[in-house]
T-cell receptor, first 114, second 112 residues
Framework: DTAVSQTPKYLVTQMGNDKSIKCEQNLGHDTMYWYKQDSKKFLKIMFSYNNKELIINETVPNRFSPKSPDKAHLNLHINSLELGDSAVYFC?????????????FGSGTRLTVV | GNSVTQMEGPVTLSEEAFLTINCTYTATGYPSLFWYVQYPGEGLQLLLKATKADDKGSNKGFEATYRKETTSFHLEKGSVQVSDSAVYFCALSDNNGNKLVFGAGTILRVKS
């Protein structure tokens, strides 16, 4: 049983297209996150939801829109894809304050925009 | 805001060598500190953590001690294996407990 699962694992698409990445966790955690990892491995937080409520919305182009239908799911929709959106996107979840348990990460979605 | 600085990589070692990866932090308040490991093609996995000053986190032969006086959380292992080759991330919690802030990551390569 995968704790935090993301689909798809790989996504290759053309500039200008719209795509979605899905994330599901079966840990019963209240909080979920999206991070972007660039080619130099740098991790940048994008969004966080706690019990379906948006609590972190970093400086991200408004082409990126998260949606959380319930606390076990957090999806990321990207409009009008650009070359610079190519990266690995990680979903993560946590329970309670992160200072106690940290995150559980998914295995990532590698997005390539051509 | 809180931030983390890690030593730049890549770090290349021979099998059974001693490993140190330096991590220093800047924070107001009392953050928790973490080390995560990312194996090729995988997500990040929690390696160890420490939630208060002088705590030592340890797992799989790795250890790190939360040093408030030097604002450091250096990762050490006495004898590395080829299978330890990965990217290691130091992280700390923000003051609200809402998120983790990650360092830039350090690539470790272990040769047989």
């Amino acid at each position: 049983d995968t704790a935090v699962s993301q689909t798809p694992k790989y996504l290759v698409t053309q500039m200008g297209n719209d795509k979605s990445i899905k994330c599901e966790q079966n840990l019963g955690h209240d909080t979920m996150y999206w991070y972007k990892q660039d080619s130099k491995k740098f991790l940048k937080i994008m969004f966080s939801y706690n019990n379906k409520e948006l609590i972190i919305n970093e400086t991200v182009p408004n082409r990126f829109s998260p949606k959380s239908p319930d606390k076990a799911h957090l999806n990321l929709h990207i409009n009008s894809l650009e070359l610079g959106d190519s990266a690995v996107y990680f979903c993560a979840s946590s329970q309670g304050g992160v200072q106690f348990y940290g995150y559980t990460f998914g295995s990532g979605t590698r997005l390539t925009v051509v | 805001g809180n931030s983390v600085t890690q030593m730049e990589g890549p770090v290349t070692l021979s099998e059974e060598a001693f490993l140190t990866i330096n991590c220093t932090y800047t924070a107001t308040g009392y953050p928790s500190l973490f080390w995560y490991v990312q194996y090729p093609g995988e997500g990040l996995q929690l390696l160890l953590k420490a939630t208060k000053a002088d705590d030592k986190g340890s797992n799989k032969g790795f250890e790190a001690t939360y040093r408030k006086e030097t604002t450091s959380f250096h990762l050490e292992k006495g004898s590395v294996q080829v299978s330890d080759s990965a990217v290691y991330f130091c992280a700390l919690s923000d003051n609200n407990g809402n998120k983790l802030v990650f360092g830039a990551g350090t690539i470790l390569r272990v040769k047989s």
